[in-house]
């Protein structure tokens, strides 16, 4: 399937060249980063939500059990994350038409290579613009890590001990994925340089694989929880926002859905008492997005979001696989903060 993508973005490529009229060309480099809230994993959540914490709750004497041997809930200072990246993206005019849903059609190819305290990777992608409220993308990445200051970048996560292994390199991870994306501004139907209310809706199914695992097991990447595993995804962003012509173009809110779709999904559901496979991961929160001048944008966001709230006798359970669902809550996520400069 890996292979099939690769091909198929080669062949749109070279298609679109030799139907192309003048192609643009731009770079860009930026850098990412989140602070994540602690939280004691909805232990002493009230109502359904959970406020931030720096006093992790300590691993019961009851522990180890096995070769488990527990975990603290919360870190007593959160987590952050730092990546760098630069992008080229090529924009070829493609089956563009005279009217105004058409005149701008065109085909975009975006290479980037990201780098992270404990991981690296590449991706490609083409998106197609057939109309103008209407685009699809095809994607491909892949990468590896190691492990350094602390973290650990990828690894098997299937022994029991829900401590990820932490070989440098000890395999890659592949990611593909399709997507399709709806965008609607209304100053397209009432003109005017106030009047830009956006909605854009976008449904993404991604398929990810790490070389080393078999079908069952759990990996780590990127620094995650460990709770990754080869098969595919549906992911969901929906956004409502204001453009503006001010220096703060823009304010919104965004929605973002994550779950397991096919086999993965049905491993340990919810209904059956496990630890929740079948869970659907919502974000959601305010952003923002200030552009000082044609070549430096930040964009600022706010995230909450829903987290699985295990049983009171699997909660400190370190190993993902033997904690039991229980209930949702809803914590606040992160602070981000992404800064690009174009070339």
């Known amino acids: 399937m890996k292979k099939q993508f690769v091909v198929l973005l080669l062949l749109i490529l070279s298609v679109s060249f030799l139907t192309a009229g003048e192609t643009q060309h731009q770079t860009s480099w930026g850098v990412d980063f989140a602070y994540y809230l602690d939280d004691n994993k909805g232990k002493n959540s009230d109502n359904g939500f959970a406020w931030p914490s720096y006093s992790p709750v300590e691993v019961p004497d009851t522990y180890p059990i096995g070769s488990d041997e527990g975990r603290e809930l919360g870190s007593g200072w959160g987590s952050v994350e730092l990546q760098l990246y630069i992008d080229h993206t090529i924009t070829v005019p493609f089956l563009q038409g005279t009217s105004p849903l058409t005149k701008d059609n065109n085909i975009k190819f975006g290479f980037r290579g990201s780098l992270a305290p404990v991981v690296a990777y590449v991706q490609t992608k083409a998106v ?111 956004v409502l926002g204001y453009q503006m012509p001010l220096q703060v173009d823009m304010i919104g809110f965004m929605v973002e859905t994550e779950q397991y ?83």
């Open 128 to 238: 197609i613009t057939p109309i103008a409220f209407l685009n699809f993308e095809l994607g491909y990445s892949i990468g590896s890590g190691w492990s350094g200051l602390g973290f650990n970048g990828i690894g098997l996560n299937n022994d029991g001990t829900g401590i990820p292994e932490s070989d440098p390199f000890p395999g890659a991870v592949m990611e593909t994925w399709m997507s399709g994306t709806f965008q609607f501004d209304m100053a397209a139907v009432r003109p005017g340089k106030w009047n830009h209310v956006v909605v854009v809706a976008n449904g993404k199914f991604k398929n990810m694989y790490f070389t080393a695992a078999g079908s069952d097991d759990a990996w780590q990447w990127k620094a995650d929880d460990g709770e990754n595993f080869n098969g595919n995804m549906f992911l969901g962003t929906y």
């Open 261 to 343: 779709i096919g086999d993965v999904k049905d491993k340990s559901t919810m209904a059956s008492n496990g630890w929740g496979s079948d869970f659907v991961e919502v974000k959601f929160g305010p952003l923002a997005n200030v552009t000082f001048d044609e070549k430096n944008s930040v964009t600022a966001l706010l995230q909450f979001k829903t987290d699985r709230l295990y049983s009171d006798d699997s909660i400190h359970d370190n190993y993902y696989a033997t904690r039991n669902y229980e209930s949702t809550y809803v914590k606040i996520h992160r602070i981000a903060l992404a800064y690009k400069h174009k070339f």
